[in-house]
Structures are given as structure tokens and as C-alpha cells.
């Protein structure tokens, strides 16, 4: 309300403008620097248009000026420096390759399960701890929870993919998925079975070279301990860990790795994960999901020795992973069989 309003009549004016009819005072009282501060992800930035904002720009009295703090850096959203257009499709290949000096009866892999994400979205980490959906990849093989946390990260991940089961310890199993430059990393795994909890895959990573997508992407897979079962071999019977310990890689020192094929001191891997990309749309609506976090480089062991080729730059028993259903089946065709 100003002085020419025609509501200005209802209030003092002063040298031609409505006076002030009061003041809020803000005065810091202390700075607690133990308090846990909670990141709400808001990439969105006040408008300089706005009156407050504007008055917050005046220049304040000299008796005010000591008690001002830095302001707040807010980050905007982010493709942490891709900048690839269009939608990405990929095709995913598991191969795995069953490196152990004496192979379990019924050496196998579960449905290898993944999701194209952004910064923001996180499934599993090498030195993390492994979530309920992991822990039932790693120690049964089931994937339903896994989904679900997939489902949980709203558009931060948008393209859940899973493969086929591979029913010996050598295979082939594929699937396909989609990512954008919002959503270009990629995470994926699958349990090597049986085994107490021992996972291979690959976390957040990068399939955009920046200006454009990687067109082929091949990563050596090696294994990993989810860390909620103590079991030292392939068929040992359940031992939950308590309390749960960090994701680790099996190592050469690793009391884990007797179960598993060496060469010159170190862990065989056990099979690639390879992504290919076989399309690019881009006449699709692409949502931001406003993340405004970009991936570490935290030297994951899980993406040692991976080739890159052709970046483009345009555009209480043993865990297995059979379904709880399978012993039924068996007895029924048993059963079957003995009749005739």
C-alpha cells in the first residue's frame, strides 16, 4: 500500500510515503556447530523480484552490519557435466564366469538387477552398508524389495532393468534400460549363488562422456561380501552377521577367499557386465529431477580395468537364488516319474 493507493488514506504518511508500522527483529543468539543439518535438496533459489528481497539489498545501519553471516551457497541442479541429449537406450549383458578352484553343486547366478539413476539415488557402495533390498539380492537372490527401494527414489531413478536367471556357473543373460543426462549412472548387481551374502556389480556408473554417450562399456566384474552373513563358503549354512558390517570387496586377503579363483596374489573376476548403447530418442520429454549432487570419485574397485570403446560424441540352508517354489516342482516330478 503507497501513497497512491486509494487505501493510503488509512495510514501516516511521511514526506509523501506510507510510514513504517513496525519492525521484526531477528537477533542470533548462538551457533550450535554439533547439530546434524539435514540437506532438503532444494535447488531452487529465491527471486530477486520479490519485496523482502529487495529490501534485504538495502544498505542497513553500521550497528546491524557486525551480526551479518555469510549467506548459504545453494547449488542448482545439476548433470554433473553431461550434457548428452536426447534419451539414451541401452542393452545390458551379464556374462559371468564362474572362477573357483572347485565350484559348488548347482553354481549359478540370480537375475541380475539394476537401475539408470542420478547423483542423487545411491543402491549400494563398496564400504557402505547394504540396504534390505541388497541383503535379500545377496543372500537369496529375490529382487522384489530391491524394486521397491528403486520405486522409493521417485524420478531421481526412472529405469529399473533386470535379467534372467543363468542356471550354471558360465551364461548369458540380457536386459534393457534407458537413461537421459539427468540420469546417466548406472548401478547394477546380481548374488553369485549359492553363497552366504557374495554379490559382484557395478555402482554409479558414468555412461556419458560428457558431450555424449559411451556406445559400448564393458566392466570385470569381481566379488564382494554384502556383510549381513558370516558364512566363509559357498554352501555354508546361515550365519546372520550381528550387528550388519560394510559392503567390502573379497580380496586376496580376505578369509572369504579360498572359495575363490587367484592369479598373481589377486581375485579372478568372475564375469562383465556390458552396456551398449543401441538407440537415442530425442523427441521425448525429459524430466529434471533436480539433484544437485554429483558422484565422488572414490577409485571403486568394482569399476577396475573396465574398457570404454567408441565414446560417442554426438547426441539356514545354503542361499541359492531358485525361486521357493522349485523344491515343490522337484518332488512333484519325482513323484511323476516313479508312477510310470
Known amino acids: 500500500i503507497t501513497a497512491t493507493s486509494p487505501r493510503t488514506q488509512s495510514f501516516r504518511k511521511s514526506s509523501g510515503s506510507v ?43 553500521a550497528t546491524t552490519m557486525a551480526t551479518t553471516l555469510p549467506q548459504a551457497t545453494i547449488k542448482s541442479s545439476t548433470t554433473c557435466g553431461c550434457t548428452a541429449g536426447g534419451q539414451a537406450q541401452y542393452k545390458f549383458t551379464f556374462k559371468p564366469t564362474w572362477n573357483a578352484p572347485q565350484p559348488p553343486f548347482g553354481a549359478h547366478w540370480s537375475w ?4 539408470a539413476h542420478s547423483a542423487c539415488a545411491s543402491f549400494w557402495k563398496n564400504g557402505g552398508m547394504a540396504t534390505a ?3 535379500s539380492v545377496a543372500e537369496t537372490g529375490s529382487y522384489s524389495t ?6 522409493s527414489k521417485g524420478n531421481q531413478a526412472t529405469s529399473f532393468f533386470y535379467g534372467g536367471l543363468v542356471h550354471s556357473a558360465a551364461g548369458t543373460t540380457t536386459s534393457s534400460f534407458t537413461a537421459d543426462r539427468y540420469r546417466s549412472l548406472v548401478s547394477a548387481l546380481s548374488m553369485i549363488a549359492p553363497s552366504p551374502d557374495w554379490i559382484v556389480g557395478v555402482d554409479s556408473l558414468s555412461l556419458c562422456n560428457g558431450t555424449g554417450w559411451v556406445t559400448r562399456l564393458e566392466v570385470p566384474l569381481y566379488p564382494y561380501d554384502a556383510g549381513t552373513d558370516s558364512g566363509l563358503q559357498f554352501t555354508s ?27 598373481s596374489g589377486s581375485v579372478q573376476s568372475m564375469g562383465t557386465f556390458v552396456f551398449e548403447l543401441t538407440n537415442i530418442v530425442f523427441n521425448t520429454a525429459i524430466t529434471d529431477p533436480m539433484c544437485s549432487m554429483c558422484p565422488t570419485s572414490d577409485g571403486q574397485p568394482s569399476t577396475i580395468g573396465m ?34
Not at 530391491?146 to 520405486?151: A, C, L, Q, W
Not at 549354512?237 to 592369479?263: D, M, W
Open 307 to 340: 574398457t570404454i570403446a567408441n565414446a560417442a560424441t554426438t547426441a539356514s540352508a545354503p542361499r541359492t537364488s531358485l525361486p521357493s517354489f522349485c523344491p515343490i516342482l522337484l518332488c512333484l516330478f519325482t513323484l511323476f516319474c516313479c508312477m510310470f
Open 146 to 151: 530391491f524394486r521397491s527401494e528403486v520405486t
Open 112 to 115: 541380475p538387477v539394476g537401475a
Open 19 to 61: 510510514q513504517s508500522l513496525g519492525t521484526f527483529v531477528f537477533e542470533r543468539t548462538g551457533i550450535d556447530m554439533s547439530a546434524t543439518v539435514t540437506d532438503p535438496r532444494c535447488s531452487v533459489c529465491d527471486a530477486t523480484s520479490s519485496s523482502a528481497k529487495t529490501m534485504a539489498t538495502m544498505p542497513l545501519p
Open 133 to 135: 533390498g541388497v541383503q
Open 237 to 263: 549354512a546361515n550365519q546372520a552377521t550381528s550387528p550388519h558390517q560394510p559392503i567390502a570387496r573379497i580380496t586376496a586377503t580376505s578369509l572369504r577367499t579360498q572359495s575363490f579363483q587367484k592369479s
